[in-house]
């Protein structure tokens, strides 16, 4: 295990809500477009906590959606920043919970806070532990030309270029043909 459980599962979900934008998506749509969707996106992930279900509420995780595509991206010194600020901001305080059948882990909010703050505050904790183990080049946006998706390299060697094997069969058929011609 690279990162604690909880960690994997938080940044696997940041993966997840930030491909559902058009460059990253598999349909190559908007897939967080309706409130059906970010439904499925929680339910697929096992959400716990308060969801409002109305517009506001989407239209929020949509913005945090772009803040948490612009973190993982950021270098270290600039993501640890991004961090503090945002752990500031929402006024998280880091407390461990048991619920459902999920062992001891860290919320750093109440389950009654509005979703969209919940989902940002989760990320930054998961960021706390990536940043503290100097593992921040683990988090990556795909290599393929035409593939934004991101995705969390757990590779032993820090070696993995693409989001699925999908992007590297496509890239390597293009990579040969260019050779061939
Ligand atoms: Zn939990
Ligand atoms: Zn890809």
């Known amino acids: 295990m690279f990162f604690t459980h909880d ?3 938080a940044l696997g979900f940041v993966a997840a809500l930030a491909d559902t934008t058009p460059e990253a998506s598999d349909s190559g749509d908007d897939e967080l477009a309706t409130q059906a969707q970010l439904t499925a996106l929680l339910d697929a992930w096992k959400y ?3 969801r ?3 517009d506001v509420e989407l239209d929020e995780v949509r913005e945090v959606r772009t803040r948490l595509r612009e973190l993982w991206l950021l270098d270290r010194d600039d993501a640890a920043d991004a961090v503090n600020e945002l752990l500031a901001e929402a006024r998280a305080l880091p407390r461990l919970v048991r619920h459902d059948d999920i062992d ?12 969209a703050r919940r989902i940002l505050v989760e990320a930054a904790m998961a960021l706390v532990d990536v940043i503290r183990a100097d593992q921040m080049d683990r988090l990556r946006v795909c290599d393929a030309d035409d593939c934004e998706s991101l995705y969390v390299d757990l590779s032993k060697n820090a070696s993995r270029r ?18 061939a011609v």
């Open 7 to 9: 960690t994997e599962a």
């Open 48 to 50: 716990s906590g308060r």
């Open 52 to 54: 409002d279900g109305g």
């Open 104 to 115: 001891w882990h860290i919320h750093a909010t109440e389950p009654d806070a509005p979703l």
């Open 162 to 179: 693409f989001c699925t094997t999908r992007c590297g069969n496509r890239m390597a058929v293009r990579a040969y043909r260019a050779r």
